[in-house]
C-alpha cells in the first residue's frame, strides 16, 4: 500500500514558494478554453487532461484535432511529442527505485512524470528517505494532476471572457517558469552550457528550420554540454 505520510508530505510541496502549482495551473486554464472552442464538452476536457495530462501533449491533441487528423496520427503525435519525457524519467528513477517497494507503484507514477512534478521531486527528493521516495512522488505526482484537472475546468467555464492573446499568455507561464527554474539551477558547466547554448542556438535555427528549431537547438546544445562537462570532470 502508499504510506499515507509520505504521500501527503509530497501531495503538500506544492504549496511551498517555488512551486510549479500556479504556472501548471495558468496553463491548462488555456487548455480547458481551448478545448471548448474545438467543441469539446466539460466531461471530455477533463477526460483529456486525465489522460494526456502533460500540456504539450494536451495542445498537440488540439490541434490535431483542429486539422482533422485521423485517430491514429493524434495518437503518433501525442506519443512522440511526449517522448520528450523520457531524459526526465532515465533522471528520476535512479531516486525512486528500491527492492521494498512493489513494481505495480513504479508503472502507476509513471503517468506523473511531467516538467512540473519533475522539478519539484529534483528539488526535495533528499529530505525523504529513498524507500520512501516513491510515495512521496506518487503524493508530487497526484497534486499537480489535480492542478492540472481544476485548471481545465477553469479554462473551460472561463472561455468566454479569455481572447487569443490572453489564452497564448497563459500558455507560456510554465515554459517560462521552467526556463527560470533552469537558470537558478545552473551550478554546473553541463547545466550552465546547455541552457546558455540552447538559448543561442533555438533562435538561430529558426531562421533555418522554424518547425524543428527547438529540436535541433536543445539536441546540439545538450550534446555539447555533455562532452565538455565530461572533458571537465576528466
Known amino acids: 500500500m502508499i504510506n499515507s505520510k509520505n504521500f501527503f508530505l509530497g501531495f503538500s510541496c506544492i504549496k511551498k514558494i517555488d512551486s510549479p502549482a500556479i504556472a501548471l495551473g495558468a496553463c491548462f486554464i488555456a487548455i480547458g478554453s481551448l478545448l471548448k472552442n474545438l467543441g469539446f464538452t466539460i466531461q471530455e476536457s477533463i477526460f483529456s487532461t486525465l489522460l494526456t495530462y502533460a500540456l504539450p501533449g494536451s495542445l498537440v491533441m488540439a490541434e490535431s484535432l483542429l486539422v482533422g487528423a485521423s485517430l491514429l496520427n493524434i495518437f503518433l503525435a501525442v506519443w512522440l511529442v511526449n517522448a520528450r519525457l523520457y531524459p526526465m524519467t532515465v533522471s528520476l528513477m535512479p531516486l525512486l527505485m528500491h527492492e521494498s517497494q512493489p513494481k505495480w507503484k513504479y508503472y502507476l507514477s509513471c503517468h506523473f512524470i511531467a ?7 529534483k528539488n526535495n527528493h533528499e529530505t525523504v528517505k529513498k524507500n520512501n521516495r516513491i510515495d512521496f512522488w506518487i503524493g508530487i505526482g497526484t497534486a499537480t494532476w489535480c492542478v492540472a484537472i481544476i485548471g481545465t475546468i477553469i479554462g473551460f467555464l472561463a472561455s468566454d471572457y479569455l481572447n487569443k492573446d490572453m489564452m497564448i499568455g497563459l500558455a507560456i507561464v510554465n515554459p517560462v517558469y521552467f526556463s527560470c527554474m533552469m537558470v537558478g539551477a545552473m551550478k554546473t558547466i553541463e547545466i550552465s552550457l546547455s541552457i546558455i547554448l540552447g538559448a543561442i542556438l533555438g533562435p538561430l535555427f529558426f531562421f533555418v528550420s522554424p518547425e524543428w528549431s527547438i529540436l535541433f537547438g536543445g539536441f ?15
Do not use: D, P, Q, Y
Open 115 to 121: 516538467v512540473s512534478a519533475w522539478l519539484i521531486m
Open 220 to 234: 546540439i546544445a545538450g550534446t555539447v554540454a555533455f562532452f565538455i562537462g565530461e572533458i571537465n570532470v576528466k
